[in-house]
C-alpha cells in the first residue's frame, strides 16, 4: 500500500529521529571542546599548571559524551522495539 503523504525534507528526519537527536550533543562537544584541547596538547600551547584542570574537564565532558551516546543507543532500541 503505497503512503499518500508527502516526503519530509532530509534534514527534518534527521532532527525527528531519537537516535540522530541523541548523536548532536555528543558530536558538538566532541567538535568544539575536544578537538580544540587535544591540537592544544598537541601544539604544547596549554601551561603547565593548567594541565591538570584541562585534563578534568576533558575528562569530564568525555563522560558527559559516553552518557549521551549510551541513551541514544537505548532511546533507539527502545525506538526499534515498539
Given at each position: 500500500m503505497k503512503c499518500n503523504r508527502p516526503r519530509e525534507p532530509?534534514?527534518?528526519q534527521v532532527t525527528r529521529s531519537p537516535r540522530r537527536r541523541g548523536r548532536a550533543p555528543s558530536a558538538a562537544i566532541t567538535f568544539?571542546?575536544?578537538?580544540l584541547t587535544k591540537s592544544s596538547f598537541a601544539a604544547k600551547s596549554?601551561?603547565?599548571?593548567q594541565v591538570p584542570v584541562t585534563l578534568n574537564l576533558w575528562l569530564s565532558l568525555h563522560t558527559i559524551r559516553v552518557a549521551l551516546g549510551l541513551?541514544?543507543?537505548v532511546v533507539g532500541l527502545?525506538?526499534?522495539a515498539r
Open positions: 532530509m534534514a527534518w568544539v571542546n575536544h578537538l596549554i601551561p603547565l599548571d541513551i541514544a543507543s527502545v525506538a526499534i
